[in-house]
Every structure is written in structure tokens, then in C-alpha cells.
T-cell receptor, first 113, second 114 residues
Framework: NAGVTQTPKFRVLKTGQSMTLLCAQD?????MYWYRQDPGMGLRLIHY???????AKGEVPDGYNVSRLKKQNFLLGLESAAPSQTSVYFC????????????FGPGTRLTVT | GDSVTQMEGPVTLSEEAFLTINCTYT??????LFWYVQYPGEGLQLLLK?????DKGSNKGFEATYRKETTSFHLEKGSVQVSDSAVYFC?????????????FGKGTLLTVNP
């Protein structure tokens, strides 16, 4: 049982390049989330999904797109990377059960130069 | 909207010292409250939680009590170890229909020296 995995672990992009971050979970969870973590800012929600085929905007969605074509995968896309998107990105998932915790992946460290 | 305020860090303690990390929240109704821990280079993992007023969550020697009257959920440990060095996040999920979302505090870095 791998839990939540993220690919890649590290990436360096030039301004204007695009990339996709992949999150996969093997716990059959309905909910999935993408956060970014910046020094002194805690975790901020980018986008989330309450089920396969559905996505919604979080607190800081600008410059990102997401897709949830399969229940176990949640993709985060950057179409034209900017230095302000340099951050550590975390994916999380959660079951439908009332007070269940969110399970986090190990993170992706992205640097945009 | 909902918010979580936790004490600014960093916090540096010697091994076996007593730890308190303060957390207060603003939310309507009766949110659920969580403490997450992030060890160096890793993702967040749940440390403990409390889902109703006066509940005490506990795990690995850490405790926190849900105080509705003071809207607080302070994290405590009687004797910290070097292995407790990590970033600690207080978080809440609202009561009602949006309870699948978490609102996090900014995190408190704890360093424990031998």
C-alpha cells in the first residue's frame, strides 16, 4: 500500500515552460487536493476534487489547471511557469468518511528560474 | 472566513523540556481540529485530532484539548525528544457541508537539541 505518491520529486523549469505534476493514491479516496507550501505561509489550497471528473478552485488557483480523469490520479498543470510558482507542492487525499484525515504525499520541489 | 493562528516560531528546546505550541481558531459552529507534523523532507502526517468541544486528542506523548470557550487547541508534550524536531501545523475543517476542506495555520518549527 503506497498511499499517496507524487511525480516528480524535484524539477527546475525556465520561465514560460510548462509541466504536469502527477499525484496517485491507492486508497480509493474520493477527495484529492493540491497545496503549495511557501516559507511563512503555511499550506494554501490550489485546487481540489470531490470525485472523478470533478474539480474546483481553492484559495490560490491562478496559473494552474487540474484534471481528475481517473479516481486514483489528480494532475496539476502549469501552462506557463513563472518564478512566483517556485514552491513545494503537496498532494493529499481523503475518504468520504465524516472526520477522516487527509493523507499527504512526499511533495514536489519546483524551482522556476 | 475560517482561520487558524498559531504561535510564531521557531521554537528551540533542550531534550526533556516541556513543549507548548499555541493554536487559536476562528470558525462558525463546531469545526474539527487537527495537529499535523512535517518531518524534514517529508509530507504532512496527522499527529492528533479532536472533533467536539472538550475532546482531548493524544498521540506519541502529544496532547491537545478542544476548548470551545477560548477557541483554542494548544499542543503540549511533557518531555520532548530530538526526534520531535519538525514543523507542526494546526488545522481545522468546518462543520457542515464543506468539512472536506482543511484550513492550516502557518506552521511552527520546533528544534530539540540534545
Amino acid at each position: 500500500n503506497a498511499g499517496v505518491t507524487q511525480t516528480p520529486k524535484f524539477r527546475v523549469l525556465k520561465t514560460g515552460q510548462s509541466m504536469t505534476l502527477l499525484c496517485a493514491q491507492d486508497m480509493n479516496h474520493e477527495y484529492m487536493y493540491w497545496y503549495r507550501q511557501d516559507p511563512g505561509m503555511g499550506l494554501r489550497l490550489i485546487h481540489y476534487s470531490v470525485g472523478e471528473g470533478t474539480t474546483a478552485k481553492g484559495e490560490v488557483p491562478d496559473g494552474y489547471n487540474v484534471s481528475r480523469l481517473k479516481k486514483q490520479n489528480f494532475l496539476l498543470g502549469l501552462e506557463s511557469a513563472a518564478p512566483s510558482q517556485t514552491s513545494v507542492y503537496f498532494c493529499a487525499s481523503r475518504s468520504l468518511a465524516g472526520e477522516s484525515e487527509q493523507y499527504f504525499g512526499p511533495g514536489t520541489r519546483l524551482t522556476v528560474t | 472566513g475560517d482561520s487558524v493562528t498559531q504561535m510564531e516560531g521557531p521554537v528551540t528546546l533542550s531534550e526533556e523540556a516541556f513543549l507548548t505550541i499555541n493554536c487559536t481558531y476562528t470558525a462558525t459552529g463546531y469545526p474539527s481540529l487537527f495537529w499535523y507534523v512535517q518531518y524534514p523532507g517529508e509530507g504532512l502526517q496527522l499527529l492528533l485530532k479532536a472533533t467536539k468541544a472538550d475532546d482531548k486528542g493524544s498521540n506519541k506523548g502529544f496532547e491537545a484539548t478542544y476548548r470551545k470557550e477560548t477557541t483554542s487547541f494548544h499542543l503540549e508534550k511533557g518531555s520532548v525528544q530530538v526526534s520531535d524536531s519538525a514543523v507542526y501545523f494546526c488545522a481545522l475543517s468546518p462543520s457542515g457541508g464543506s468539512n472536506y476542506k482543511l484550513t492550516f495555520g502557518k506552521g511552527t518549527l520546533l528544534t530539540v537539541n540534545p
